[in-house]
């Protein structure tokens, strides 16, 4: 290799040119560059995503994945605006799903210190939802606290604030187990309210459709004390629930008046009677000293019919006066909600 008057090039190193359009060409090349790595900007594992820009994903899912005991994903806004806006022309705008039965927790938690934590809002068809909440399995769909203020507040301008939709396959009241405070609405037009947790529940009843119309059956027998072999004594009362007992064919069932009825049609018949004396009956959370039958001497069989009111459990109460004793029996043969 010769010298060439120490310019620093030889004959094989010919002088580098740059024309025009490689000007333009490098000078895009930085400002690409320079826009990837400027500090308002962050790049992803794939492709690139812009603060402030909009950023078209197309047909592709972005997925944050982590391993955290912590928040997968969480926004921040300081100002007066929203942390996250979603909206979706088409179907849902917006879906948190947990699907780890093992995870005690929430798919979606949201926090607000001052205005509202969560906010949604549909503009399209009436059967459309701002909020909606669906549970695969028996945990709660929606559980709504507060601390000091409304743990849940349906306001509607022109519409129905809230709709409870109709359970099928639910008993008068349900006779599941529940919490107290649950509401539950059957497809039998029946509103009830758990006054007391089970199993079993105590339920009372809100309002029925069927409320104040009287329901007759065929006459059957929830108590017949002889079958017990206890008399009733004097001064003892003894408390019936008028809806267990055997049905027409004979099978013990509990359900021989539906459950949150306030009323029932019954007949009562006092027999092998001793000496004298008189029963009274009335619902089992209730006290009377009022005389449903008499009896003036020893083994007689005498009956009468009346209408009773029951208490929240279906039961009636029956006590003996006098200085008698008597075997009686309890026959039911209608009842009104």
């Known amino acids: 290799m010769s010298d060439n008057g120490g310019n620093g090039t030889t004959p094989d190193e010919p002088r580098p040119t740059v024309s025009r359009r490689g000007l333009v060409g490098a000078l895009g090349a930085g400002l690409v560059v ?7 900007e962050v790049e992803a594992g794939v492709g690139a995503m812009q603060y402030g820009a909009l950023n078209d994903a197309g047909d592709s899912v972005t997925t944050l994945s982590a391993e955290t005991g912590g928040s997968t994903l969480q926004l921040i806004n300081e100002g007066a605006g929203q942390g996250l806006t979603v909206s979706n022309t088409d179907h849902f705008s917006f879906a948190a799903v947990i699907s780890s039965g093992s995870i005690v927790g929430g798919a979606l938690a949201v926090q ?12 399209l068809a009436p059967d459309s939802y701002g909020l909606r909440s669906t549970c695969i399995g028996a945990a709660t769909a929606v559980d709504a606290s507060s601390e000091f203020g409304v743990g849940v507040r349906a306001r509607s301008g022109e519409g129905t604030p809230l709709v409870i939709v109709p359970t099928p396959g639910v008993y008068d009241p349900p006779v599941h187990n529940a919490e107290v405070g649950t509401v539950v609405l059957n497809e039998h037009g029946g509103l009830f309210l758990c006054t007391e947790s089970g199993p079993p529940p105590v339920w009372r009843t809100i309002f029925h459709k069927k409320s104040g119309a009287f329901y007759p059956i065929n006459p059957v027998r929830p108590y017949d004390s002889r079958n017990t072999l206890e008399r009733l004594q004097s001064g003892e009362s003894r408390v019936v629930e008028v809806g267990s007992g055997p049905d027409e064919t004979g ?21 092998q009677t001793a000496a004298s004396g008189f029963l009274s009956i009335c619902a089992a959370d209730r006290n009377t000293s009022t005389s449903i039958i008499n009896w003036t001497s020893a083994n007689q069989n005498i009956a009468n019919a009346s ?13 003996c006066g006098g200085v008698g004793s008597t075997h009686f029996i309890l026959d039911i043969s209608g009842y009104y909600y």
């Open 112 to 123: 607000a210190s001052n205005h509202g934590a969560l906010v949604m809002a549909s503009s």
């Open 307 to 319: 209408v009773i009111p029951v208490d929240e459990n279906r039961e009636v109460k029956i006590t």
């Open 34 to 40: 320079g826009a990837l790595s400027a500090p308002d």
């Open 251 to 271: 099978q013990y069932t509990n359900l021989l008046v539906p459950y949150g009825i306030t009323a029932v049609a019954f007949n009562i018949t006092v027999t």
